[in-house]
């Protein structure tokens, strides 16, 4: 296990004298001036509207240092979201031809001289530049409360926080900026809205009893645990994660003791998959304690992605602290391009127009993300109501975004015996509904009655697939195995990495295939769903609500779509198999005869079988095996046969 800094930092180190350099030139010539070119832009959504109920405690004090994100305009918008829809289509001619990251950014992403434009614009205003990116999407900037006051016209206060019991800062106003910089949001401006996990602890028994799942929890409780899901998801399967990785969206720390100790328990190869730790935004990765904190979560999600895929090369946690910039740490995860696997089980203020940018660019790249859609219950409708999950005063954001998979939460249980799926049925708690700022995504239109489902035809709902979130087995809290700790665990925390990690078992089969990786894959979901093979491929959950005392007649579980659990939870190999890319069919080469031997060659990928058969009639339907399969090892495999007066016909048979 090791820690990682972000490369961006490293890269910065080097240069950070001559950026303090200019930044004090700035100082000199400028009197600490901020540099406008006249008019100004506001840029809305920087502000918690409850500040205008509140009165302020005082100033922020100006000897405070705060870390920005600033987000930089994409160059083509509409180009970007017109690749991803055709990229995402399996019935487009550019489907899964994904873009490097370089073209990306060549093709979408932020010019140069409009990066350049902000870092300027920034410098000159008495900020430094604190890490850039690759991908040009983000500028982190450092400064002092009055410097960034200056820059961005506004005045940062202190104010009680209404619902929790700390204070926090804010502006007075709208930030507004140099009406021509390409500038469209700010993160790191407030600290109203922190990222919240997906995770209730404890149960409460009084809304929801506990059941047994039937599980091989090590303490005999009966919660699910390990191979459990393995064996309810993906029975039979050989597929580990080999090769894979999985990274996940993280606020806090977590324990190697604890992780440790769950793949030793679980087995199964678990203990050599490589831990690793991204720290961001100046988090020194010290995890927080207590059954409620965030720590708990980040060992939920590293030990669900171990569960379903007990083979995968590394899992990946991308940390910010508490008040971590989320832009951060998605931004991070699009630039690395090994880790195709991502889930994220926080939620936090938004929407943002950064935050899609970067989904969009994860979409384009190859890499798939799902989200734990809540854990609240069905949200209630409009943008300003109390559950509503466009609703900037709620940490609901990114559930509603319709470029990644939304994953709500199933109550699952196993059949006595404790080997295989016998019902699920939906988690009460899971969070559904339909969103006030996105439109519906096309591949969403197509679902039949929609209406009479309780969903919309104008607006995205919510969520796509679902998972188990209850009854979990976990181990965290730096060794505390008692049942408070251990048992018990709720939340679509846990169903979220779990289809991540069962995306990495489809992306290792169709990397064994020769094929790309599944990328985003609402779009090929939905035409399964829509398809004969719907019941082969999800478990389809047709018992249960997540109505609430706030909306108590949302939502009504039902066959097919629903929004309780959308199309369902994965069932086993034959929806990897439908998801994953076929293997291309096998090219015969001009069979070569030489002393009464003729020798048939033909293409292969890597760890296919292939038959080679024979027959003396094409129209009479008999062929016989030439010979044992072949497991490729390798391009080209070939085979030979003696020439007899019998005419032979040949033919190469990919098995399955």
């Known amino acids: 296990m090791r820690a990682v800094l972000r490369g961006s930092e490293l890269i910065m180190s080097k240069g950070m004298w001559s950026v303090k350099f200019f930044a004090l030139a700035a100082i000199f010539c400028l009197g600490w001036q901020p540099a406008f070119s006249g008019d100004l832009k506001v840029l809305p959504g920087h502000r918690p509207e409850i500040v205008t109920t509140l009165t302020p405690k005082g100033r922020l004090p100006a000897t405070n240092q705060l870390l920005l994100a600033m987000g930089v305009a994409l160059r083509d918008r509409p180009g970007l979201e017109n690749f991803v829809r055709e990229v995402a289509d399996p019935a487009s001619p550019n489907f899964r031809h994904y873009l490097t990251r370089e073209e990306l950014t060549r093709r979408f992403g932020p010019t140069d001289s409009d990066y350049e434009a902000v870092k300027a614009y920034a410098i000159s205003n008495g900020l430094t530049v604190f890490a850039t990116h690759a991908n040009r999407l983000l500028l982190d900037v450092l ?16 104010y009680r926080h209404p619902t929790e019991p700390r204070d926090f800062f804010a502006p007075d106003t709208e930030p507004a900026v140099d009406a021509a910089l390409p500038l469209v949001d700010i993160q790191g401006l407030t600290d109203f809205s922190r990222p919240q996990p997906r995770l209730i602890r404890p149960r409460n028994a009084l809304v ?233 995504p096309g591949w969403q239109a197509s679902i039949p009655n929609l209406s009479a489902r309780g969903g919309s035809t104008q607006f995205r709902n919510i969520p796509d697939v679902a998972a188990n979130a209850n009854n ?69 959950i047709t018992i249960g609500n997540n109505t609430t005392q706030q909306s108590p007649d949302l939502f009504q579980a039902t066959n097919n779509y629903d929004l309780c659990s959308g199309l369902g939870a994965m069932n086993g190999t034959n929806l990897i198999a439908a998801l994953a890319s076929p293997p291309p069919a096998p090219v015969v080469s001009t069979p070569i005869l030489t002393d009464g031997q003729i020798l048939i060659a033909w293409t292969t990928v890597s760890q296919q079988s292939y038959q080679l058969q024979w027959t003396t009639n094409l129209n009479g339907g008999t062929w016989s095996d030439l010979g044992a399969a072949t497991n490729a090892p390798g391009t080209v495999a070939a085979m030979s046969d003696t020439v007899s007066n019998a005419e032979r016909f040949y033919r190469v048979v990919l098995l399955p």
């Not at 400064?143 to 202190?158: I, K, M, Y």
């Not at 999600?301 to 895929?309: C, Q, S, V, Y």
């Not at 169903?495 to 990690?501: E, G, K, M, T």
């Not at 995306?503 to 290792?508: E, H, I, S």
């Open 143 to 158: 400064g002092p409360v009055p410097a960034v006051e200056r820059a961005l016209h506004v005045t940062l206060s202190t």
């Open 208 to 440: 929801e009893p506990h059941v047994a799942a039937n599980g091989t929890a090590p303490d005999g409780s009966g919660d699910l645990f390990g191979n459990d899901f393995r064996n309810a998801y993906v029975p039979g399967t050989t597929l580990t994660g080999a090769g894979q990785s999985v990274g996940l969206v993280e606020f806090d720390g977590y324990f190697t003791n604890d992780i440790f100790n769950y793949a030793k328990l679980a087995g199964g190869g678990r203990t050599n998959i490589v831990i690793e730790r991204v720290l961001l935004d100046n988090y020194d990765g010290k995890p927080s304690t207590g059954i409620n904190g965030g720590e708990a979560e980040t060992e939920l999600d590293i030990e669900m992605a171990m569960t379903l895929a007990p083979g995968l090369a590394r899992i990946v946690s991308y940390e910010a602290g508490e008040n971590g910039n989320q832009n951060d740490v998605l931004n991070a995860m699009q630039a690395n391009s090994n880790v195709l696997n991502l889930s994220c089980s926080w939620g936090w203020s938004g929407p943002s127009n950064t935050t899609d940018a970067i989904f969009l660019s994860m979409d384009a790249v190859g890499q798939t993300l799902f989200n734990a859609s809540g854990d609240s219950g069905a949200f209630t409708t409009g943008s300003n109501s109390v559950n509503g999950v466009d609703n900037p005063l709620t940490e609901n954001s990114p559930s509603s975004n319709p470029d990644i998979t939304q994953v709500g939460g199933t109550t699952l249980t196993l059949n006595r015996a404790g080997k295989a799926w016998a019902s699920e049925v939906v988690w009460s708690y899971s969070s559904g509904g339909i969103s006030s700022y996105y439109s519906i």
């Open 472 to 540: 979990v087995y976990a181990l965290y809290n730096d060794g505390d195995t008692s049942p408070e700790a251990t048992d018990d665990n709720e939340g679509t925390s846990a169903a979220a990495p779990l289809w991540a990690a069962f995306t990495a078992l489809v992306n290792q089969q169709s990397a064994r295939n020769g094929g790309a990786s599944v990328g985003f894959i609402n779009p090929a979901l939905y035409a399964i769903a829509a398809g004969s093979n719907y019941a082969r491929c999800f478990h389809d």
